[in-house]
């Protein structure tokens, strides 16, 4: 019996300003995530966006790999696809026409942006998704998580990433939701830290074999083995965050890099015309100094952060994820 007929029912309550549209309550942790997610990607990206370069080139920073922020947002990608799935087959009669709309729209907002700074991603999340995400949706859980780790391990054995790794994280993300581990995120503290400890001791081993074939001039899947070490390290970090959002920390946490998380296509997007303004209105040498990006980036986060708090005071999402809403659904969603 649905609510509306059960005697004396109090009327539904708006859902709060940080819960989804859905009324599903957030998962904070997929928050603060993409938030860490976010600033790592700035961080990294922020010379080649003043300079127009693409993403796939060099590591403008050095040693430190400065892409460990996009398989995270590839993971959380799948995630919230796997989610929106789950929300919309209880909503509407045909909920992948629904997802449909939603990757569509992604890559129009993907095509336009690539006119300001050719290497973003979500014109490549957007066709991927179409390719692999959506057709996965017919497969059952397990053929999901098999196929993202054929895809996860061919890209590392054939590209070092590319396409078929964000496939495969892809999927991955979707197989964590189909087999309810999202659902318990929020409530693990041993899990995170075993596996943590599991991708730690990978590193470990996938460092020493790279260093070694570089000592014997062996360079036949050097780039490969680099490409797992960068992969196992993303597994320590995003481990390391959620056994620490089991901890006192997690209120700093959640203060520092939620509010960016829940608005992070708005942020996103908004960053590129940021460090195009730095860099060719103001004429910082962004692209020449390491320090100029480091302040620069630095400036836009808290800028972004103070933004973010102050909108979500007053509304569910960001105005960009609010318009994204829209073409999904394919009607106005309330703006509070």
């Given amino acids: 019996m649905s609510r509306e007929h059960l005697p004396n029912a109090s009327p539904p309550q708006r859902p709060p ?10 998962i904070v942790a997929l928050d603060v995530l993409r938030g860490f997610a976010l600033c790592e990607i700035l961080l990294a990206n922020i010379q080649l966006m ?26 959380l990608f799948g995630i919230g696809f796997a989610l929106l799935l789950d929300s919309a087959a209880g909503r509407v009669a045909r909920p992948r026409v629904v997802l449909l709309r939603r990757l569509a729209a992604l890559l129009v907002i993907g095509l336009l942006h690539m006119l300001l700074w050719p290497g973003e991603i979500l014109a490549d999340y957007a066709v991927v998704g179409m390719l692999v995400l959506l057709p996965s949706t017919w497969l059952p859980r397990w053929a999901t998580a098999g196929l993202a780790a054929v895809l996860i391990l061919g890209a590392l054995v054939l590209s070092g990433g590319g396409p078929l790794l964000i496939a495969g994280l892809f ?47 062996t360079t036949t899947y050097l780039t490969s083995m680099s490409s797992l070490a960068d992969l196992l390290l993303v597994g320590v970090y995003v481990c390391g965050l959620l056994a620490l959002l089991r901890t006192p920390l997690r209120p700093v946490l959640r203060f520092v890099l939620a509010p960016l998380g829940r608005m992070a296509l708005t942020h996103y997007l908004g960053a590129t ?52 809403r829209w073409a999904t659904w394919g009607h106005r969603p309330s703006v509070s």
């Fill in 50 to 75: 003043a300079t127009g370069g693409s993403a796939v080139a060099v590591q403008p920073m050095g040693d430190w790999d400065p892409w460990l922020g996009l398989p995270i947002f590839s993971l």
């Fill in 171 to 217: 999927l991955l993300g979707s197989a964590l939701v189909r087999y309810k581990v999202i659902e318990r995120i929020e409530r693990s503290t041993r899990g995170p830290i075993l596996l943590g400890l599991s991708f730690a001791v990978g590193l470990a081993a996938a460092l020493w074999v790279r260093d070694s074939m570089r000592a014997v001039g």
């Fill in 273 to 324: 015309l940021l460090v195009l303004a730095a860099a060719r209105v103001l004429g910082l040498p962004i692209g020449e100094s390491l320090t100029a990006a480091y302040w620069t980036a630095g400036v836009i986060l808290a800028a972004q952060w103070l933004f973010s708090a102050l909108w979500l005071r007053r509304h569910r999402q960001g105005p960009l994820e609010w318009l994204w």
């Fill in 17 to 26: 300003h940080d819960a989804p549209a859905s009324g599903r309550p957030r």
